[in-house]
DNA sequence: ATTTAATCAGACATTTTTATCTGATTTTAT
DNA sequence: ATAAAATCAGATAAAAATGTCTGATTAAAT
């Protein structure tokens, strides 16, 4: 199967997304994201813990505690998620898998691929979260 | 782990890319290959048995037999490969992993994933693997 | 004919990723 | 105080990807 990024890393983008979508300060239960963005409650768990552990979002524990994003959605990049979770290998490894793929010693594709690799990672830095988000909310008022 | 295509799909490319620079004819044994391109030998077997049930390469049997491409390298492209190994599925999907993404239902990066997703196709259409090849000669002379 | 070196087919094993379970702890609301 | 609803931690399970093994078959070289 071909993929970018992780089920983890896709799964923990949509809920700091959705995280950004509510009200700054709202407390939003696993069980929440869960059901919204229909991701394994368990699991959406897990990755909510170790984005917390990254410090991107911070959490309350018991009744009517919640998830919230840790600092403010204007200071949250797409790339914040991706590193956290999968790590910024990919934007440093050869598309066809040649351990030694270098400017000296390239891959047949080595500038198309390090080009397109350049722009995939400002697809993810050259927006913040609260600017995203506004593109997401009709998929998440479709509750 | 981020990736863009399998171990598999990876291997495979650049099982063609190195049966295409090697003489035209010529059977090159999976052993062969395994030892050049560092792949566990019993691993890549696997693939080429596959990518010959694809049609994209051919095979004899027997002392001296081996492998060679099915078609002339001019006709053979990057893509073939990953159709036949990983599918083009990527090529229609979400990169956040929204199960609804559409041009009406669009996720916050849609359309600069569209465009890279565009561009990444053209890379591996673009040239066929005889023009490839030469890039790699390099690489496989360095044995 | 026999040996040798290769593909082939299918089962098996390991590792990684994805997902679930169990129970403990915390905090609010009644 | 007690119940309810949440996170948290760690173990476990299931599925997918990666890698290995065994033996059968084939065909060239001796």
Redesign the interface.
Same mark, same amino acid.
């Given at each position: 199967?071909? $993929?970018?990024? =992780?089920?983890k #890393?896709?799964?923990g983008? /949509?809920a700091v997304?959705y995280l950004a979508a509510r009200e700054k300060g709202t407390l939003v239960s696993a069980d929440e994201i869960s059901k919204v963005l229909?991701i394994p409650r368990e699991f959406v768990s897990k990755i909510l813990q170790s984005l917390r552990e990254s410090g991107l979002i911070s959490s309350s524990k018991g009744k009517s505690g919640g998830f919230s994003l840790a600092k403010s959605a204007s200071r949250i990049k +797409?790339i914040d998620v $991706?590193a956290a979770i999968? *790590? +910024?290998?990919?934007f440093d490894s050869c598309?066809? *898998?040649? /351990?030694?793929c270098s400017p000296t %010693?390239? #891959?047949? $594709? %080595?500038n198309?691929?390090g080009s397109?690799r350049t /722009?995939?990672y400002d697809? +993810?830095t050259s927006?913040t979260i609260d600017k +995203?988000?506004?593109?997401?909310l %009709?998929?998440i008022s =479709?509750l």
């Open positions: 199967m071909t $993929v970018i990024f =992780s089920k #890393c896709e799964y983008m /949509q997304l229909k +797409l $991706v999968d *790590g +910024l290998d990919m598309v066809l *898998g040649f /351990q030694e %010693h390239p #891959c047949p $594709v %080595h198309t691929w397109l /722009q995939t697809m +993810l927006e +995203l988000k506004e593109k997401t %009709h998929k =479709s």
